[in-house]
T-cell receptor, first 109, second 116 residues
Framework: KNEVEQSPQNLTAQEGEFITINCSYSVGISALHWLQQHPGGGIVSLFMLSSGKKKHGRLIATINIQEKHSSLHITASHPRDSAVYICAVDKTSGSRLTFGEGTQLTVNP | SAVISQKPSRDICQRGTSLTIQCQVDSQVTMMFWYRQQPGQSLTLIATANQGSEATYESGFVIDKFPISRPNLTFSTLTVSNMSPEDSSIYLC?????????????FGEGSWLTVV
C-alpha cells in the first residue's frame, strides 16, 4: 500500500463546477504539499500545509492531521485548470518528499 | 521566490551512453533534490544533492548509475550513466527556499530523456 493515496485518479468536470481532490497518508508528516503538473512536465507548488486551511484565488487546501487527510478544492473550475494534481508529504522536515500517484483533472468548456 | 533552469529540456540518447543534466537556481537555496518520473507514474526521489560533498541517495539509486555534483549553493548536475531504455523518464531538479512557515519547494521544468 502506498504511503500517499489520492482519489480520484481521473476527474472530468464541466467549466464552472466545484472540484475536490482527496489525499490520504499513512505516515507521520511535517508538511503536505499540493503540486500542479502541466502536460509539458513542469511542476508548480500550489500549497504547503502543516495544519488548517489555505486559500489562494480559486484554490483551497485543507488538512486534518488527526485523520491524516487533505483535500484540494477548486471553485468555478476553468479549462486552464486541466492538469495533474499531486499530493506529496514531507516525513522528515528535510523536504524529501513522498508523492501520491496524482489526479488527472480535465475541465471541459 | 526561486527560478530553476534545467538543461537539456529534452534529449534522445543512445543505449549505453551517459548524459549530464544541469540545474541552475537563481538564488541561494537550502536544499537541492533530483527526482525521476517514469512514464505514467508519479515522482520518485533519486537523491539529495549536498553542497561540496557526496549526494545522499534513496533506496534503489546508486552513485555509479546517477552521479550527482553540487559545487555551490545554486548549481547541481545529475548524470544518467550507461543508459538503457528503462531510464527513459522525466528528470526533475527541485530546490527548497526557507519561508516564513517552512520550506517552500520549487521545481525545474524537467528534462525529458528518451533512450533508444
Amino acid at each position: 500500500k502506498n504511503e500517499v493515496e489520492q482519489s480520484p485518479q481521473n476527474l472530468t468536470a464541466q467549466e464552472g463546477e466545484f472540484i475536490t481532490i482527496n489525499c490520504s497518508y499513512s505516515v507521520g508528516i511535517s508538511a503536505l504539499h499540493w503540486l500542479q503538473q502541466h502536460p509539458g512536465g513542469g511542476i508548480v507548488s500550489l500549497f504547503m500545509l502543516s495544519s488548517g486551511k489555505k486559500k489562494h484565488g480559486r484554490l483551497i487546501a485543507t488538512i486534518n492531521i488527526q485523520e491524516k487527510h487533505s483535500s484540494l478544492h477548486i471553485t468555478a473550475s476553468h479549462p486552464r485548470d486541466s492538469a495533474v494534481y499531486i499530493c506529496a508529504v514531507d516525513k522528515t522536515s528535510g523536504s524529501r518528499l513522498t508523492f501520491g500517484e496524482g489526479t488527472q483533472l480535465t475541465v471541459n468548456p | 521566490s526561486a527560478v530553476i533552469s534545467q538543461k537539456p529540456s529534452r534529449d534522445i540518447c543512445q543505449r549505453g551512453t551517459s548524459l549530464t543534466i544541469q540545474c541552475q537556481v537563481d538564488s541561494q537555496v537550502t536544499m537541492m533534490f533530483w527526482y525521476r518520473q517514469q512514464p505514467g507514474q508519479s515522482l520518485t526521489l533519486i537523491a539529495t544533492a549536498n553542497q561540496g560533498s557526496e549526494a545522499t541517495y534513496e533506496s534503489g539509486f546508486v552513485i555509479d548509475k546517477f552521479p550527482i555534483s553540487r559545487p555551490n549553493l545554486t548549481f547541481s548536475t545529475l548524470t544518467v550513466s550507461n543508459m538503457s531504455p528503462e531510464d527513459s523518464s522525466i528528470y526533475l531538479c527541485s530546490a527548497t527556499y526557507p519561508g516564513g512557515s517552512g520550506n517552500t519547494i520549487y521545481f525545474g521544468e524537467g528534462s525529458w530523456l528518451t533512450v533508444v
